[in-house]
C-alpha cells in the first residue's frame, strides 16, 4: 500500500501548503538516487511476490458472513510466529506481513527474494502455501481468509464484525464505517485528503449486470442502471496479486517496465475475480477501474467537467493550481513508455510538470524518464508528516520522492534503488507489476508469477519487442473489464515480437496459445525459453502445470474466478435473476471460495485435473506437487551459484553464437520459435 512510517500526518491545509516544496524536493530525490545508482551493473535476480489477504467471519447458526475487523491483531500475532521462526528454523522460509489499508486486511511477502535458478519458480507456491497456513492458524473460530478480491456484501447493511454506524470524519460514506480503515494514521488521512483535494466524495459507478427480474432495466427506465459506491474502501479494501523483480540495471528495468505493461490488460483479464460489488452481480469481471475512481483526487476541472478557462483556480498551491487538465486518476493505466528505445510507441496524453522536466534533464536524466518522472510530480501529496518536511535531507532520503512515487497506483511501477543503509542488502532497479487480481488458490497464485517471470526472461533472453502504441494497451485495459473477456474480446497485439512494429486484434487464445500461420503465442515462447535454459525434471512438471492452467484459460476450457463466481451465484437456488445477492447466496460463495484455496473442494473448472494438497490446520502445510525442487533456500539466488551447484538458471540473454539473419541466435532466432508446436495442456 505503499509507504508506512510513525508519526503525526500533516491536516490537509498544512499538506498543500508544503506540496510545492515536497514536490520539487522529491525531484531533487530522485537525482540524489539517479546519481547514486546510474552506474549500477549485473545486479543478480531477485524477485518477490505480494498477496493480500481479507479476514472475514461466518455465523453458521444464520448462514450469514461480516468482514472481520482483526487484521492489527492478527497480524501482531502472526509477526510474532515469524520471529520464534527465525530463531528456531534458521534458513527455513519465512514469511512477512505488512499492513494494508482495510483494517480486514493483510498483505504477505516471502522473507526474503526467490532467487535466479529455475528451481525457485516452484519456490513460490511453497511459500504461499505456507503462509496460507500461518495465517489460518492465527484465525479465530468461525473466522476464515480466502484470497478473493472482495469481500461481496461490503457496504450493505450492517457487514462488519464488530458493528459499526457507517460514516466517519475520514470517509464520510453513507454505507461503509470508518473503523473499515486501518487505524496507522496513514490510511484515514490519505481517505481524507483525496476527497479534501477532490471536493467531495469519490464516485465509484461500475455497470450493472443485467439479468430476467433486474428491477433497474424495467420498462421505461431512465439511463444505464450502475453500482453506486462512494468511498475509497470500496477500491483499496479489494486484494491484489503484484510481482516485484530486480533488473541487472537501470536499462534492464527500464526495458521490462515498457514490454510488460503490454502484458498489464492480458492478465488482467486472465485473472478476473471480482464480478460483485456492493451485493449486485457486475456487468464487468475485473476490479481495476472501481479502484482508479475510488482514489480519484482529481478536481472537477483537472477531470474535465467543467471548463478551466472560465473556472478560477481551485487552489493556487495545488499542482497546476487544481485547474490544469489531468487525463487519468491517480490509479490507472501506464500514461508514457520510458525507456528510449519505446518513445515511438508514446501517443496517449501524458501531462507533465515543467519545471519538474526541467529539472530533471538539467540534472542529466535523458528525455524518456524525465517524462516519466515529471509525469508523477502533476499530482500533489496527500500524505505529509510532521516534522519531515525541510527536515528530509534530500541526499539522504527519498521520502518526498516516495511520497508521489507510491500514490502514483500504475499498472507498472518504475523503483529506483533506496538510499543504502549500513548492514542492509544491496536493493537495485526494480519493475513491478500491477495488474493481476489475487486469484483462489496458491496453485493459480503462483502459476501468474511463474508466468510473469518466464516471460520477463524471454524477452530479454530472446530479443523479443512485445510493444504496442500505448492508445491500444488503454483501449485494451477498458475490454479486459468486460464479463469474459477472455472468450469474448479481442485485444490488440504486436503481430511479429522480432519484425516491424504492427499490431492487430487477437483472440486471447491466439495471443497466450499461438495460431498457425499467426502470433507465435506467448506460452510457446515460455517452453522456447524452459528448453533454452535446461529447466530439469525436478521442476518442469509443475512449470507445465503452471503453463497449462493458463493456456487452458486462454483457450477456454477453464473458466477465470469471475467467471465462476458468476455461474455459483445464478445456479444458487437463493438467487432470484434480480441481480441481488442474497446473504445466503454469499454465505456459501465466501465459504466454496475457502474451501477451494485451503484444498478441502475440488474445483475443476478453475483448475482442469490440478489437485490442491489439502492443508493440515496446524500452522504449517503439507508439501504441495512439485515442491521438491524448491526446497532451495530463498536466499539462495545468484546466478554464478546456481550454476556453480549445476542448477538451470533464470538466464537474460541466450548463450548461443548470434545469427544476424535468424534473429539473437541460431537456434531459438525466430526461424526456430515460428515453428514451435502448440502444445497439449498439462491438464
Do not use: C
Given at each position: 500500500m505503499g509507504l508506512l512510517k510513525a508519526g503525526a500526518p500533516m491536516t490537509w491545509e498544512d499538506t498543500v501548503e508544503r506540496s510545492e516544496y515536497v514536490r520539487r524536493h522529491g525531484v531533487l530525490q530522485f537525482l540524489a538516487a539517479y546519481r547514486r545508482a546510474e552506474a549500477i551493473a549485473d545486479d543478480p535476480l531477485y524477485y518477490g511476490d505480494e498477496v493480500e489477504h481479507a479476514l472475514l467471519k461466518l455465523d453458521p447458526s444464520r448462514r450469514e458472513v461480516r468482514i472481520s475487523l482483526r487484521g492489527a491483531e492478527v497480524m501482531q500475532a502472526l509477526q510474532a510466529r515469524e520471529g520464534q521462526a527465525g530463531e528456531?528454523?534458521?534458513?527455513?522460509?519465512?514469511?512477512?506481513?505488512?499492513?494494508?489499508?482495510?483494517?480486514?486486511?493483510?498483505?504477505?511477502?516471502?522473507?526474503?527474494?526467490y532467487g535466479s535458478d529455475a528451481g525457485s519458480l516452484v519456490l513460490v507456491e511453497r511459500s504461499m502455501r505456507r503462509r496460507r497456513a500461518r495465517l489460518q492458524a492465527a484465525l479465530a473460530e468461525h473466522e476464515i481468509a480466502p484470497t478473493m478480491v472482495n469481500f461481496p456484501l461490503m457496504g450493505v447493511g450492517?457487514?462488519?464484525?464488530?458493528?459499526?454506524?457507517p460514516g466517519g470524519p475520514a470517509s464520510m460514506s453513507s454505507s461503509v464505517p470508518d473503523a473499515c480503515i486501518n487505524g496507522h494514521p496513514r490510511f484515514g488521512t490519505l481517505t481524507a485528503n483525496i476527497r479534501r483535494r477532490r471536493g467531495s466524495r469519490v464516485d465509484v459507478r461500475m455497470p450493472l449486470f443485467r439479468d430476467e427480474a433486474t428491477p433497474e432495466f424495467a420498462a421505461g427506465a431512465a439511463g444505464e442502471p450502475s453500482i453506486e459506491m462512494d468511498c475509497m474502501a470500496y477500491g483499496m479494501g479489494m486484494c491484489c496479486l503484484q510481482v516485484t523483480f530486480q533488473g541487472a540495471n537501470m536499462d534492464e528495468a527500464r526495458l521490462l517496465h515498457d514490454q510488460l505493461a503490454v502484458l498489464a490488460p492480458i492478465l488482467l483479464a486472465l485473472t478476473a475475480a471480482t464480478p460483485i460489488f456492493r451485493g449486485r452481480l457486475a456487468a464487468t469481471d475485473a476490479r481495476w477501474s472501481a479502484i482508479s475512481a475510488s482514489v480519484d483526487d482529481r478536481t472537477p476541472a483537472e477531470r474535465g467537467d467543467v471548463d478551466p478557462a472560465v473556472e478560477p483556480a481551485v487552489d493556487a498551491r495545488m499542482a497546476g493550481g487544481g485547474i490544469s487538465r489531468l487525463s487519468k486518476s491517480r490509479y490507472d493505466s501506464i500514461s508514457a513508455y520510458i525507456h528510449p528505445a519505446s518513445a515511438a510507441h508514446n501517443d496517449v496524453a501524458c501531462e507533465v510538470d515543467g519545471a519538474a522536466l526541467a529539472q530533471l534533464r538539467e540534472g542529466g536524466v535523458d528525455a524518456s524518464l524525465a517524462r516519466h518522472i515529471a509525469h508523477l510530480f502533476v499530482r500533489d501529496p496527500l500524505v505529509v508528516f510532521e516534522g519531515a518536511v525541510e527536515e528530509v535531507d534530500d541526499e539522504r532520503s527519498t521520502e518526498h520522492f516516495e511520497s508521489i512515487n507510491s500514490t502514483n497506483w500504475q499498472t507498472m511501477r518504475f523503483k529506483p534503488p533506496p538510499v543504502p543503509r549500513s548492514g542492509a542488502p544491496h536493493v537495485g532497479w526494480r519493475t513491478e507489476f500491477r495488474s493481476m487480481e489475487v486469484q483462489l488458490t496458491d496453485f493459480e497464485n503462483a502459476a501468474f508469477v511463474a508466468f510473469v517471470m518466464l516471460v520477463s526472461r524471454a524477452i530479454l533472453a530472446l530479443d523479443l519487442d512485445l510493444l504496442v502504441p500505448l492508445?491500444?494497451?488503454?483501449?485494451?485495459?477498458?475490454?479486459?473489464?468486460?464479463?469474459?473477456?477472455?472468450?469474448?474480446?479481442?485485444?490488440?497485439?504486436?503481430?511479429?515480437?522480432?519484425?516491424e512494429a504492427?499490431?492487430?486484434?487477437?483472440?486471447?487464445?491466439?495471443?497466450?496459445?499461438?495460431?498457425?500461420?499467426?502470433?507465435?503465442?506467448?506460452?510457446p515462447l515460455c517452453r522456447q525459453y524452459l528448453e533454452l535454459i535446461g529447466c530439469g525434471l525436478e521442476t518442469l512438471p509443475r512449470l507445465r502445470q503452471y503453463l497449462g492452467l493458463l493456456e487452458g484459460r486462454a483457450a477456454g476450457r477453464l473458466l477465470t474466478p469471475a467467471a465462476w463466481m458468476r455461474r455459483f451465484v445464478r445456479e444458487h437456488p437463493e438467487y432470484r435473476r434480480d441481480s441481488a445477492l442474497p446473504p445466503g447466496v454469499a454465505y456459501d460463495l465466501v465459504r466454496a471460495c475457502d474451501e477451494i484455496g485451503l484444498g478441502r473442494r475440488a474445483c475443476p473448472e478453475l483448475l482442469g485435473e490440478v489437485a490442491v494438497e489439502p492443508f493440515a490446520g496446524d500452522g504449517d502445510c503439507a508439501a504441495s506437487p512439485g515442491e521438491a525442487a524448491g526446497r532451495v533456500p530463498a536466499r539462495n539466488g545468484s546466478s554464478t551459484a546456481a550454476r556453480a551447484e549445476g542448477r538451470p538458471t533464470l538466464l537474460r540473454r541466450c548463450l548461443c553464437p548470434p545469427d544476424a539473419l535468424a534473429g539473437p541466435c541460431k537456434v531459438h532466432g525466430r526461424r526456430g520459435l515460428a515453428a514451435v508446436p502448440r502444445t497439449a495442456s498439462a491438464h
Open positions: 528456531e528454523e534458521e534458513g527455513s522460509l519465512g514469511a512477512t506481513w505488512h499492513q494494508e489499508y482495510g483494517s480486514w486486511m493483510l498483505e504477505s511477502t516471502p522473507s526474503a527474494p450492517e457487514f462488519t464484525v464488530p458493528a459499526a454506524a492508445s491500444k494497451v488503454d483501449e485494451n485495459m477498458r475490454r479486459a473489464h468486460a464479463a469474459d473477456a477472455v472468450g469474448g474480446q479481442e485485444f490488440w497485439f504486436r503481430t511479429d515480437p522480432y519484425g504492427g499490431a492487430r486484434e487477437m483472440s486471447m487464445d491466439e495471443i497466450m496459445n499461438g495460431r498457425e500461420g499467426g502470433f507465435v503465442g506467448l506460452l
